[in-house]
């Protein structure tokens, strides 16, 4: 009835397959290795309580005014300290996923292309195709020479068609869905790339503190702070209830970002982001992170035991170094979209990850979160899924 | 550096120039009609440290996690419930200024008209521009059947270019920034030209609840709940740091705007949610809000009669029942922009009446808010602008 009043863009809009499943199912309910939520027993309710308590003594009518669009000065400042970056190069988002949105909007118009991983995050691949983005995705290839061969070749394509790439977007630590990160190596082959052929990288990093081990590497932001923006998040480091996270760029574009965030809300939630400041620079933040960072990596290292004793001959999967997912390959011509509702009949959800892929390959894949259930809920949930799949394979 | 960088909608952002206002002075240390902040003495803290408590004991980690993104169940069935529709016709949104933007992004393409008033909200037009649609503002006029035929004049002229209409954009409530409403005749007028032209009707209402006088008039929603999208706040009844607000639509209107919320920001701030659902359904809100209004009707009463005493001669104002603001019209000729820099300089901010016209005209017209300041600054600050005036005019 409404069809002709619509939008092009409307036309471009694909629903989540992740937040439809929310809507569904109580995931508390079942063995859940779907969503991307953190664990809520991270979440430090007395110390949240305290921290909310101390904002409304120290910030009084201000804490629930109107503010700036960039953001509360104390939550810019503290977020530039912790990233090492001037605070002219901080803008606060109302989650790191409106950082991906205004990204694109600022710098896509219909048909340009955006270079990504293939698999890559859904809620980007989302939004990208909501401006009508030419997606074009690259495999991950460990062969580096070979891997960046795979890069020429699509840009050379883009280049031929007479289109252009705006930016390349990379998760570079703890992918979403794979789990795996890119090597120093590969990051700057990415940025000398990007130099050569002249387009930005947004680099979303919502997991990059969640290291279980090895060492950390540089951001792509480190390589080349000019060319690259980078999102962070406190939704995996604070909690994801308050919707929030911060954008890092050249104040030349930060500028449009802020003028398009005018628009679009204002400013960020004023209290939450006082909250967030002040959980930052008391240490809480940091003492509550080293915490769940032992608590994941014990699931983490839960799931892989429990994937390698129960799993059946043919499926393989990545063992990420931190994160919230890893990402299992199933012999070909498994169908994971066409399982998933025997899957959730039995009580068990994934994310089939064919929905990741931008060209929509990648049939028998699915992605498994270890952050969210308990280790008792996560070792049935492997037995469970482990049995429904040695009866289908 | 960057210019060939940007997608063509960066060309139509233009930056407000109340947001600008606000990041070069603090409003709290000079004399400023300008923002449409309400007064932080209406901010109940120890209610909201109570609630929020309450809050924390009553979801614990389901108030931090990740939620739908139509919003929490709890706040849309109060929503629903204080607005008197089905609960399937209400998303909460990120702020009503988000609300504003989403409606145009879903239904705008660039070229599109969007009818309005003139004057009319900037944060509305500063949205319509970034999205390039072509703004079509109509004055008031008090004989309905002039004021009728304005619009027919438009409407005609518009299709006689071959365009379309995509919405007409109203404040039907002590709008933004005249501080007058629109009749129910005016109403129905609009409603059923819409039905005529068949374009619908996106109905800002944040400050409907702020009445200080006279009797509620029907939204123009109730008068076409299939072709009104309304769209509320709890800015102006609660508080504006939560950025929370709502849109009423048709279920299939508002399918468009969930998808594209989706990647927009996955969800509105849960614990805000919680906080404003139990404030409302507590009773707190209401109670709270008995009072705001009572103190806004005495700062409105002081504004008028501190125009009336102190304002030299060929200086009108309108004269709101509710609302935040009002309207000055200075004499012909008078240029509100360039007098600006003299009266901050002096320590007193209004905002320019020409930034509301989507046209530019409105040069010898300015905005006074009535919310923000104490009483004892309201008597001082229209003390030391109609000086000012009177040295100018």
Chains 1, 2 share one sequence.
Not at 58 to 73: I, L
Not at 129 to 155: C, L, Q, T
Request: glycine residues 8%.
């Amino acid at each position: 009835m409404y069809e002709e009043k619509f939008s092009e863009d409307v036309g471009s809009f694909f629903r989540s397959p992740v937040r439809e499943i929310f809507k569904k199912v109580d995931l508390g309910s079942i063995y859940s290795f779907a969503g991307g939520y953190p664990s809520a027993e991270t979440f430090p309710l007395e110390e949240i309580r305290r921290t909310m308590s101390e904002v409304i003594d120290k910030y009084a009518g201000k804490a629930f005014q109107y503010g700036a669009t960039q953001g509360v000065p104390e939550l810019r400042e503290a977020v530039a300290e912790r990233c090492g970056v001037p605070v002219e190069r901080v803008q606060i988002t109302s989650s790191s996923q409106q950082g991906i949105d205004v990204c694109t909007r600022v710098l896509v118009d219909p048909g340009d292309v955006i270079l990504t991983s293939s698999p890559s995050y859904l809620g980007a691949l989302q939004s990208f195709r909501s401006y009508r983005a030419d997606i074009r995705g690259v495999a991950h290839n460990a062969d580096i020479a070979a891997f960046k061969a795979e890069y020429e070749k699509v840009i050379a394509q883009v280049e031929a068609e007479g289109k252009k790439i705006k930016f390349l977007y990379m998760i570079p630590d703890f992918q979403n869905p794979s789990g795996e990160s890119l090597t120093l190596e590969e990051r700057e082959m990415l940025v000398s790339l990007a130099q050569e052929h002249d387009f930005l990288i947004v680099e979303d990093s919502p997991y990059r503190e969640l290291r279980y081990e090895g060492d950390h590497i540089p951001t792509m932001y480190s390589l080349d702070p000019d060319r690259v923006i980078h999102l962070g998040s406190f939704s995996k480091i604070f909690a994801p209830g308050f919707r929030l996270g911060w954008a890092i760029a050249h104040p030349d574009i930060l500028d449009k970002i802020y003028v398009c965030k005018q628009s679009l809300d204002l400013c960020p939630p004023i209290f939450d982001q006082y909250v967030a400041a002040e959980f930052l620079r008391s240490g809480r933040l940091d003492a509550n992170l080293q915490k769940s960072i032992a608590l994941y990596r014990r699931k983490r290292d839960l799931l892989l035991s429990q994937l390698e004793e129960h799993m059946p001959e043919g499926v393989s999967w990545t063992h990420p170094e931190g994160g919230l997912f890893l990402f299992l390959t199933l012999p070909e011509g498994f169908d994971a979209v066409r399982f998933y509702d025997k899957s959730l009949d039995a009580g068990v959800a994934y994310v089939a990850g064919e929905f990741f892929h931008p060209d929509g390959t990648g049939k028998n894949t699915m992605r498994m979160n270890f952050s969210f259930m308990s280790e008792q809920k996560i070792r049935e949930g492997v037995e469970l899924l482990s049995r429904l799949l040695r009866e289908t394979l």
